[in-house]
């Protein structure tokens, strides 16, 4: 959450799972790092670190129990009024790398 092309007030809850199907041991995650990109242009804006390691039993359901602890989540308080899109990067625990990241796009008002 939010959705794609989604339109909110700040501040709003940015939320969702990650995971990385090839750990042997946990989610194979970390860490998440969140990061805001005028659709205008401009320079990028760093959200924070998201917590992570909440419960998602339909993720277990579907992937194993070793991923439950695979949810995400950010308060987005810090950005004006615009268009942004809304990037989260996953870092997997095996590499030391940001990898799969995923965006969505939100207008904020």
């Known amino acids: 959450t939010p959705e794609a092309d989604a339109v909110r007030d700040v501040p709003f809850t940015l939320a969702g799972w990650a995971l990385d199907l090839a750990a042997t041991d946990g989610t194979g995650i970390d860490t998440v790092h969140v990061w805001a990109y005028p ?10 670190v ?5 419960a998602r039993p339909d993720v277990a359901a ?10 995400y989540n950010l308060t987005v308080d810090q950005l004006p009024p615009g268009a942004y899109d809304i990037v989260v990067y996953p870092h997997r625990a095996a590499t030391g790398t940001f990898e799969g990241a995923q965006m969505v ?5």
């Open 39 to 48: 659709t205008v242009g401009g320079d990028p804006a760093f959200l924070g």
């Open 50 to 54: 998201a917590a992570y390691g909440d």
């Open 62 to 71: 579907t992937y194993g129990a070793q991923f439950e602890r695979a949810a």
């Open 105 to 109: 796009r939100v207008t904020l008002r």
